[in-house]
């Protein structure tokens, strides 16, 4: 059985900071990709950062410079570092695995993360 738990998400001042986990398990996790998306109410579900299995990240242009994506594959958890937070960067978030080869693709249940004053 597979499973994605997200933790870290809460309330922030903006300009403030909050570190998201999100372990796995029932894969197996050094050869899946790895992204965090979000969706905010009444939009789309939006990629925010990803990870391959090879460690190179991509980010969506409005979070560069402020969010980290990370893996550590013995632990078998991905992290989103993300600071500087904007009360633009309030949604719920999400973990996503997915593997290519097979068209693999697994979500988390979501962590809420609300940046306001």
């Known amino acids: 059985q597979v499973q994605l738990v997200e933790s870290g998400g809460g309330l922030v001042q903006p300009g403030g900071s909050l570190r998201l986990s999100c372990a796995a398990s029932?894969?197996?996790?050094?050869?899946?990709?790895m992204g965090w998306y979000r969706q905010a109410p009444g939009k789309q579900r939006e990629l925010v950062a990803a990870?391959?299995?090879?460690?190179?990240?991509n980010y969506v242009d409005s979070v560069k410079g402020r969010f980290t994506i990370s893996r550590d594959n013995a632990k078998n958890t991905v992290y989103l570092q993300m600071n500087s937070l904007k009360p633009e960067d309030t949604a719920v978030y999400y973990c996503n695995a997915f593997y290519e080869a097979y068209r693999y693709n697994y979500w988390g249940q979501g962590t809420q993360v609300t940046v306001s004053s």
């Open positions: 990870i391959t299995s090879r460690s190179s990240t």
């Open positions: 029932g894969i197996i996790f050094r050869v899946y990709a």
